[in-house]
Nanobody, 123 residues
Framework: VQLQASGGGLVQAGDSLRLSCAVS????????VGWFRQAPGKEREFVAA??????RYADSVKDRFTISRDNAKNTVYLQMNSLEPEDTAVYYC???????????????????WGQGTLVTVSS
């Protein structure tokens, strides 16, 4: 399973960005996909996850970010609105088929990772 994250860039506070995660897996719909981020000097942290129709968000992004998936395109999206400088990080997408109904939020619960895309939010 390979994942390709894209869509990062440099934006100003208050702007929006949409990240995409393309997954090369024929049984894509059976996989939970999550977004994580890692700022310089910090640990990788959970942002959002989706598994079938169930979504889950970190408190810091709830009401600003929306995760969605298009199974026909094998792609998961992360729509990020009202971006803040604190959102600056490398964003990674990850996938796992181990969980049937839940949307995992721990790094160790995911088996496959993309290469990351940098999001920089200036104040």
């Amino acid at each position: 399973v390979q994942l390709q994250a894209s869509g990062g860039g440099l934006v100003q506070a208050g702007d929006s960005l949409r990240l995409s995660c393309a997954v090369s897996e024929r049984a894509f719909s059976n996989y939970a996909v999550g977004w994580f981020r890692q700022a310089p000097g910090k640990e990788r942290e959970f942002v959002a996850a989706i598994n079938w129709g169930r979504t889950r968000y970190a408190d810091s992004v709830k009401d600003r970010f929306t995760i969605s998936r298009d199974n026909a395109k094998n792609t998961v999206y992360l729509q990020m609105n009202s971006l803040e400088p604190e959102d600056t990080a490398v964003y990674y997408c990850a996938a796992t088929s181990r969980y049937y109904s839940s949307s995992p939020r721990l790094v160790r619960e995911y088996d496959y990772w993309g290469q990351g895309t940098l999001v920089t939010v200036s104040s």
